[in-house]
């Protein structure tokens, strides 16, 4: 039989497309089949995003857990799901399904002994994933919060902006047309004669 990191390693072509397809079935289900069916990056980023970043957290849990890579795999597919209308809970429930889909691949990693102690240690990295996952996911929530701060602020301002100018009135503009007027504003004004 071999190890359960081998079994890991021989099934997880098998694997990613489970996964791939459970985090696609969060979605409408017109949606899911398009983004499954779409191969090509350009004609579907958020699939291409989903394929590439499942593979590349699977790939990182089976190489031991670097946290740099971890993080850019988990990126790839969190920074979608933070802008759009998912719950948390919905948003990150992709990384606890990898539980289900090892087990449904690898069904004997619960019946043996000695698969068990590996299946135990998979579980522990994956609690790590969503760790890791929820920290990103908090960053980007945060960052688009403060998106829509700073264009709530700059619609404001200019708001703001118009209706000072409108309150001024045709009074103001008349006023301000009689103030000492620079030396490049009578220059201008000769080359007009």
Known sequence: MGTFGD?????KDTIVERWVDAVLSAYPSESAVLFQAQKDPFA????HSVREGTRGILQTILDGMDMEDLRTHLDKIVRIRAVQQFTPSEALSFVFSLRSIVRDVIPEA???AGLREGLAELDGRIDEVA????ELYAARREEVSQLRISEVKRQMGWVLGKMNRKSEGPEAVLDNSSQKTST???VQREDLR
């Open 110 to 112: 619960e019946t043996d």
């Open 131 to 134: 760790l890791v996952a929820f």
């Open 184 to 186: 490049y504003d009578n």
């Open 44 to 47: 579907n980023p958020l699939g």
């Open 7 to 11: 079994m890991l390693e021989q099934r």
